[in-house]
Antibody
Framework: EVQLVESGGGLVQPGGSLKLSCAASGFTFSSYSMNWIRQAPGKGLEWVSYIGSGSSTIYYADSVKGRFTISRDNAKKFLYLQMNSLRADDTAVYYC?????????WGQGTQVTVSS | EIVLTQSPATLSVSPGERATLSCRASQTVSSYLAWYQQKPGQAPRLLIYDASNRATGVPARFSGSGSGTDFTLTISSLEPEDFAVYYCQQRSVWPNTFGQGTRLEIK
């Protein structure tokens, strides 16, 4: 069974940094692309970033480009999202999601709140 | 960026009745469209992939159709657990955008 467990969320001041982690189990992590997707309070889903299985292909949403960095450690089966220069509109639940090639399997999410 | 427009924003239907949800793309996505269900406080769950294929474990009352720019998710006979928010996602080009969601509520 696919299990994705996010951690690292919390309260941070505007301009601050936070690093999210996602621990993967139940599948061959190194064979799958991964994504970060976020959901602001009471809002819809917003794709944030994608990383290919070997880290050679990476994409970012325009809203986070230059501020967020996605990475992965296939040996440890972890996905990461380094978030810098955080803004109030980055406040959201952040989900990591396995890309099965046909659709996404999701973790339960971690809350990030940017506020002074 | 491809914009997905879902309609209606809210759909009120009685249990046992049929629900039809729409997703329209601003340009063709071929059949690279997925549907997700999200219940309050939960992560989304994949229902339909490639426009018309049910994901593993999804009941047969859920069906998807369409190609190009117009897609439909149909729930043939609503069960109490089906009342949730539904999102479409195009997987044709980057960024893989989501629609804004349709809230399916009990009438």
């Amino acid at each position: 069974e696919v299990q994705l467990v996010e951690s690292g969320g919390g309260l941070v001041q505007p301009g601050g940094s936070l690093k999210l982690s996602c621990a993967a189990s139940g599948f061959t992590f190194s064979s799958y692309s991964m994504n970060w997707i976020r959901q602001a309070p009471g809002k819809g889903l917003e794709w944030v970033s994608y990383i290919g299985s070997g880290s050679s292909t990476i994409y970012y949403a325009d809203s986070v480009k230059g501020r967020f960095t996605i990475s992965r450690d296939n040996a440890k089966k972890f996905l990461y999202l380094q978030m810098n220069s955080l803004r109030a509109d980055d406040t959201a639940v952040y989900y990591c999601a396995k890309d099965g090639g046909i659709g996404l399997s999701w973790g339960q999410g971690t809350q990030v709140t940017v506020s002074s | 960026e491809i914009v997905l427009t879902q309609s209606p924003a809210t759909l009120s239907v009685s249990p046992g009745e049929r629900a039809t949800l729409s997703c329209r793309a601003s340009q063709t996505v071929s059949s690279y469209l997925a549907w997700y269900q999200q219940k309050p406080g939960q992560a989304p769950r994949l229902l339909i992939y490639d426009a018309s294929n049910r994901a593993t474990g999804v009941p047969a009352r859920f069906s998807g159709s369409g190609s190009g720019t117009d897609f439909t998710l149909t729930i043939s006979s609503l069960e109490p657990e089906d009342f949730a928010v539904y999102y479409c996602q195009q997987r044709s080009v980057w960024p893989n955008t989501f629609g804004q969601g349709t809230r399916l509520e009990i009438k």
